[in-house]
T-cell receptor, first 112, second 113 residues
């Protein structure tokens, strides 16, 4: 069966510090991978998605970036965090085609 | 940007009653999906309906899709306290293949025991 791992679960970082959130998927190959952000009590904002190694589509131009160094690894990064980067970050995967998304448990990031 | 918008934003009903949530979207779609999120957790997929389908059932869930009105509804019958959660619709825009999936703003459902 397929599983998705996302870590850390919570993170408190000062403004201006770097960020690296990692997500890995097991039990499937060539998945589509996604990063979403959810502000408190709000909907999900699509940040990045990837249909293959090294292929990243960016939805929101900001100080975040994503990389996919391996087939089942998706990394969200920032060189310098802003207060507005606080939120709940969710990684997800799906098979090719119109299949459902499978989400990780999320990372709650607080930038202070 | 948000493709979908759920209505109402919040809904409170008594246990045993039916709950109906609506989703409106802006552009043509390949499919529409409904997800559930318990507080502080990841989302869980409930049901997918394709653009050429009008109605779909799964257990106590019934989803309808009206592509002419660009809207969908999710009906939960015989609600239970465990149904308390936020519910989101997600759409796959037709001009993006199936890779891109954008979510609405969600409906917060509270079931009163």
């Amino acid at each position: 069966s397929q599983t998705i791992h996302q870590w850390p679960a919570t993170l408190v970082q000062p403004v201006g510090s770097p960020l690296s959130l990692e997500c890995t998927v097991e039990g499937t190959s060539n998945p589509n991978l996604y990063w979403y952000r959810q502000a408190a009590g709000r909907g999900l904002q699509l940040l990045f998605y990837s249909v293959g190694i090294g292929q990243i589509s960016s939805e929101v131009p900001q100080n975040l970036s994503a990389s996919r160094p391996q087939d089942r690894q998706f990394i969200l990064s920032s060189k310098k965090l802003l207060l507005s980067d606080s939120g709940f970050y969710l990684c997800a995967w799906r098979r090719q085609g119109d299949s459902p998304l499978h989400f990780g448990n999320g990372t709650r990031l607080t930038v202070t | 940007s948000q493709q979908g918008e759920e209505d109402p934003q919040a809904l409170s009903i008594q246990e045993g009653e039916n709950a109906t949530m609506n989703c409106s979207y802006k552009t043509s779609i390949n499919n529409l999906q409904w997800y559930r999120q318990n507080s502080g957790r990841g989302l869980v997929h409930l049901i997918l309906i394709r653009s050429n389908e009008r109605e779909k059932h799964s257990g106590r869930l019934r989803v309808t899709l009206d592509t002419s009105k660009k809207s969908s509804s999710l009906l939960i019958t015989a609600s239970r306290a465990a149904d308390t959660a936020s519910y989101f619709c997600a759409t796959s825009p037709a001009n993006f293949g199936n890779e891109k999936l954008t979510f609405g703003t969600g409906t917060r459902l509270t079931i009163i025991p």
